[in-house]
């Protein structure tokens, strides 16, 4: 459905700084009708990935494939993209422009891609796709006069108000209240099981993919470090950086099995050579003698595939042990 | 309104903080908004009490009516003891006595709440210079060990805010709510803007700082399960009062509100088939606090709600040991009552669905 193929995004650095490798190498497939949760630490780069699947920024190497063709930077070619791959942000009162209805809200969208026929028919429809019922008793309102929740909804409404394929949502809840959170998070499954729509959710957040996603896929600096189901990846996290990230979990956590990685999410400016999770590593850390601790430091556990049977973790400890000499395996000798 | 209920106190620990009959409005008339409506409870010294409740639920003005700390439009009534001292009633000079060095406050966005053109080391120094006589060099080498407690190298006191990370400016704030040797810290929303990992240091922090220093803690929320990391009770709050109030583990594991219910299954745990593929939310919006509605001001959307809650409002009462709840259905003549139908409400999908008539 929609696909990332090796996709590298670098900002430049300023004057002496040097560039910041927000996304490094990542391969993503996004099937009909499917919800995968993207997760991670703020600056891991899971909200550059999300504007770069929508067309907002440029990668340097690597696509983002559409329905089996990739996309060109071309005016005309990112409008037909956008109006299949919607983007849904994170702070809806942010999102909003206060001076507008909620009808000039919704039709926005329509209106410059130029589907203005039966536009109130699509407003109508696309508030009530999003939960606003009856759709004719928000119209006239203002966002101001909308809780949260429902403020979100209706920057849902824009977007599928252009009947779009894909819906790539970053952070969709983490600005609203606990009793609106599981009111969006519920319109999503209902919208793909009554639409067919495929999403992309960017969270920080694991128990949302719990609700409901179908896969989870782990970002570490600029890297998937771990892709699976939602059942594989949370009940049996293989990766120790996803471990370390559920055992954190407020609320369920015990003393014991508490791994409090050190410092804040690291730079994407300095990415460490070696495995990029090292320094920070509790595995690592406590292997010191293991025969593949060198690799560690020494050798990138390798880019993930988009798509495979098994769940995949980018860590030397995981995969099992080649011969002496092997080199741990990369994505380009792992046959799809 | 049944009866009042109050928390039964260890009498050799007088309370570090006695809170009761607190109510706030603003503005005035038949416009005013009524934003906390009648809180009681105490706080003891060494122990951590967690504030949960959604946006406009009246935690944040509750905390702030404490140190005195609201705009003038504000009307306070009740009584907020510190020490047996009543501070609503305190003369100026007292107050600002009692906040630094008595009670603090972390107050959240520590991006807005430090000052961008000092360095960390004035802005931890000031306080300690306001309240105590010491000199410029123990001031400082005092905010350097209190660095030192909150994680950060004492070479960081040169730094200005916008060189630290979110995580390092939240130390600082609590640094410099530890400043002056508080026995009370007030903690608003501490770990909201920041990242998963640096929250869980963060709670880490203020878990170890409660337990070695015997301050008393307020912590308020959204999220009960930060909440439980760090307090020993909870403190369920909606539409201006607390609703719920007991022992952390106890809330959790068995809530005696629907509507702390409600916001314990909107974060799910991972692992529970019921929560898979299903997120639990809570349909409606919280009432408008312009409006004094007769009954259960949770009603409208409780998924259990009976005929009597649309006319009948109780306060805290007994729901359990060291347990307060103000649902209706702690009173034994309702406890097994089935769901009324006469109190408008959303349908509730969970409460009725699989559930055959007659």
Known sequence: MLEVKDLRVTFAGGRSAAPARAVDEVNLALREGEIIALIGESGCGKSTLARALVGLVKPQAGQVIRKGSPLRYSKAALRQHRRSVQLVLQDPAGALNPRHTVYDLVAEGPRLHGLTDDLYQRVCSALNQAGLRPPEQFLARYPHQLSGGQQQRVVIAGALALAPAVLVADEPVSSLDASARGEVLRLLLELRDSLGLSALVVSHDLGLAWNIADRVAVMYLGRIVELGTVEEVLLRPRHPYTKALLSILPGSRSAESLTLLQGEAPDPTAIPAGCRFHPRCPLYSQRHGDARAPWCRERDPGVLPALSELPLAACHFVTPAPADDAVPPLASSVSQ | ?358
């Open chain 2, 1 to 358: 309104m049944i009866a009042p209920a109050t928390e039964v106190g260890d009498a050799a620990v007088p309370p570090l903080l006695e809170v009761s009959d607190l109510r706030v409005s603003y503005g005035v008339g038949s416009r005013s908004v009524k934003a906390v409506r009648g809180v009681d409870f105490m706080l003891r010294s060494g122990e951590a009490l967690g504030i949960a409740g959604e946006s406009g639920s009246g935690k944040s003005t509750l905390v702030m009516s404490f140190l005195r700390l609201l705009p003038a439009v504000a009307t306070v009534t009740g009584q907020v003891r510190y020490h047996g001292e009543d501070i609503l009633t305190m003369n100026w000079g007292r107050v600002r006595a009692v906040r630094w060095a008595g009670a603090s406050m972390i107050f959240q966005g520590a991006m807005s709440a430090l000052n961008p053109v000092r360095t960390i080391a004035q802005q931890i120094v000031e306080p300690i210079l306001l309240h105590e006589k010491i000199g410029a060099r123990a001031a400082r080498a005092r905010a350097s060990s209190l660095l030192h407690d909150v994680g950060l190298p004492a070479a960081r006191l040169n730094a200005y805010p916008h060189e630290l990370s979110g995580g390092q400016r939240q130390r600082v704030m609590i640094a410099m709510a530890l400043a002056c040797g508080p026995d009370l810290i007030i903690a608003d929303e501490p770990t909201t803007a920041l990242d998963v990992m640096v929250q869980a240091q963060i709670l880490q922090l203020l878990k170890d700082l409660a337990a070695n220093r015997s301050i008393g803690l307020i912590m308020i929320s959204h999220d009960l399960s930060v909440l439980s990391e760090v307090c020993d009770r909870l403190a369920v709050m909606y539409a201006g009062s607390i609703c719920e109030l007991g022992p952390t583990a106890d809330v959790r594991s068995d809530p005696r509100h629907p509507y702390s219910s409600a916001l314990l299954d909107a974060f799910p745990e991972i692992g529970d088939p019921a929560a898979r593929r299903n997120p639990h939310g809570l349909p409606g919006d919280p009432p408008d606090a312009t409006i004094a509605s007769a009954g259960c001001s949770f009603a409208p959307r409780c998924p259990v709600a009976m005929p009597a809650c649309a006319t009948h409002e109780i306060e805290l009462w007994p729901s359990g040991p060291q347990r307060l709840s103000s649902c209706l259905r702690v009173l034994p003549e309702f406890r097994d009552a089935p769901d009324g139908t006469g109190v408008p409400r959303e349908p509730a999908e969970s409460a009725t669905e699989g559930n055959p008539v007659g």
